[in-house]
């Protein structure tokens, strides 16, 4: 059974930067890809980023492209998630999600393991 800690959210002007982490332990002799998704008010789960095991292999929503950035220390167990200009519509709680293969999904079924998420907030 994996655990899975996100930290880093909170509230942020629009233009602004955000960082963040994910502390993920309990699946050890694996490797697994990582992704980040999210969710806001009244909507789906969405897809933001996703990671393979190495951190060679990177997906991005297009919504995010250019502006986030995905990035996993294998030896620290931690995958990142840095957010430069900001938008209200990145407004959202964030959750990251380990994989169920080393080959990074933009998938939700994909993932067989969440934490809880941390919430995002984007003023304008």
């Known amino acids: 059974q994996m655990h899975l800690v996100e930290s880093g959210g909170g509230l942020v002007q629009a233009g602004g930067s955000l960082r963040l982490s994910c502390a993920h332990s309990?699946?050890?002799?694996?490797?697994?890809?990582m992704g980040w998704f999210r969710q806001a008010p009244g909507k789906e789960r969405e897809f933001v980023a996703a990671?393979?095991?190495?951190?060679?292999?990177?997906y991005y929503a297009d919504s995010v492209k250019g502006r986030f950035t995905i990035s996993r220390d294998n030896a620290k167990n931690m995958v990142y998630l840095q957010m430069n200009s900001l938008k209200p519509e990145d407004t959202a709680v964030y959750s990251c999600?380990?994989?169920?293969?080393?080959?990074?999904?933009?998938?939700?079924?994909?993932?067989?393991?969440w934490g809880q998420g941390t919430q995002v907030t984007v003023s304008s």
């Open positions: 999600a380990a994989g169920r293969s080393w080959d990074p999904s933009t998938k939700k079924d994909e993932y067989d393991y």
């Open positions: 990671i393979s095991w190495s951190g060679g292999v990177t």
């Open positions: 309990g699946r050890t002799f694996s490797r697994y890809a």
